[in-house]
T-cell receptor, first 113, second 113 residues
Framework: QKEVEQNSGPLSVPEGAIASLNCTYS??????FFWYRQYSGKSPELIMS????GDKEDGRFTAQLNKASQYVSLLIRDSQPSDSATYLC?????????????FGTGTKLQVIP | NAGVTQTPKFQVLKTGQSMTLQCAQD?????MYWYRQDPGMGLRLIYY???????DKGEVPNGYNVSRLNKREFSLRLESAAPSQTSVYFC????????????FGDGTRLSIL
């Protein structure tokens, strides 16, 4: 089982809709969770960090963490064409003393005007 | 504020040649990372340095060496380049290894013929 799993997509949503991106992880002891956005040909940029169960909101973005079920999700409200990108989930497993971060392979989001 | 600076941005090598990818950060971060990104494979950790003076292997260290020159600089060396090392290489840094989010450089696109 992969440590961090994401549906590769593409996930297509109409402009103005809510995009829901999901990520599951295998190591129950993981403590830190990150969402990055990566435009084609560019480097990943941080959207949000989340460390405790529940929701964390930042503008149009909401991260949701459920450690018992071992998933973390990202909701994008009022999706815009500029949100079209690949979204990477990252988790820090206990392996290596929590010093490393394991990335999922990403979900490609397409927002249709 | 430059953040994480990688040089060069593009490079073409012949099989068997050696080269060093340079990375420097100006955020006073303690930890630094080298990743490679290949289509469908996501970001894979090559080596990391949780703090100045330490380096550790990641998921795919074979064929690479690293040097944490000082707190700012972390270089990646390919001793004898192979076509399988054709990839996009990203350097990243973090204030606290695994706990705080990583900030990425713009990447080095490396082709080995």
């Amino acid at each position: 089982q992969k440590e961090v799993e994401q549906n590769s997509g593409p996930l297509s949503v109409p402009e103005g809709a809510i995009a829901s991106l999901n990520c599951t992880y295998s190591d129950r002891g993981s403590q830190s969770f990150f969402w990055y956005r990566q435009y084609s040909g560019k480097s990943p940029e941080l959207i949000m960090s989340i460390y405790s169960n529940g929701d964390k909101e930042d503008g149009r973005f909401t991260a949701q963490l459920n450690k018992a079920s071992q998933y973390v999700s990202l909701l994008i409200r009022d999706s815009q064409p500029s949100d079209s990108a690949t979204y990477l989930c990252a988790v820090n497993p206990p392996e290596g003393g929590y010093q490393k971060v394991t990335f999922g392979t990403g979900t490609k989001l397409q927002v249709i005007p | 504020n430059a953040g994480v600076t990688q040089t060069p941005k593009f490079q073409v090598l012949k099989t068997g040649q050696s080269m060093t990818l340079q990375c420097a950060q100006d955020m006073n971060h303690n930890s630094m990372y080298w990743y490679r990104q290949d289509p469908g494979m996501g970001l894979r950790l090559i080596y990391y340095s949780a703090s100045e003076g330490t380096t550790d292997k990641g998921e795919v260290p074979n064929g690479y060496n690293v040097s944490r020159l000082n707190k700012r600089e972390f270089s990646l060396r390919l001793e004898s380049a192979a076509p399988s090392q054709t990839s996009v290489y990203f350097c990243a840094s973090s204030e606290v290894a695994g706990i705080k989010p990583q900030h990425f450089g713009d990447g080095t696109r490396l082709s080995i013929l």
